[in-house]
Nanobody
Framework: QVQLVESGGGLVQPGGSLRLSCAASGFTFSSSAMSWYRQAPGKQRELVAGISSTAGITNYADSVKGRFTISRDNANNTVYLQMDSLKLEDTAVYYC????????WGQGTQVTVSS
């Protein structure tokens, strides 16, 4: 079965960095585009970044462009989200996701940006 397991969240001060990881299994990772979404308290879940199967194409929400970088390691079935220059408004639960007929989600990892 499809499994997506996120890790790397935590508490960080404004301006700091975190690197999220998502370990994937149960499907052909190297053939699948991957995405990161986030959901802040009281807000709808939103797309943060996406990456094509070969990493040749990436896309970002305007709010994170220039600060976040999505990447992947197809040899290890892992997708990453490097988050730099974090802001208070980046506080959210971050989810790894893949669309395979239907969309599958990980359990999420909490990122809290606070001074």
């Amino acid at each position: 079965q499809v499994q997506l397991v996120e890790s790397g969240g935590g508490l960080v001060q404004p301006g700091g960095s975190l690197r999220l990881s998502c370990a994937a299994s149960g499907f052909t990772f190297s053939s699948s585009a991957m995405s990161w979404y986030r959901q802040a308290p009281g807000k709808q879940r939103e797309l943060v970044a996406g990456i094509s199967s070969t990493a040749g194409i990436t896309n970002y929400a305007d709010s994170v462009k220039g600060r976040f970088t999505i990447s992947r390691d197809n040899a290890n079935n892992t997708v990453y989200l490097q988050m730099d220059s974090l802001k208070l408004e980046d506080t959210a639960v971050y989810y790894c996701t893949v669309q395979l007929g239907r969309r599958y989600w990980g359990q999420g990892t909490q990122v809290t940006v606070s001074s």
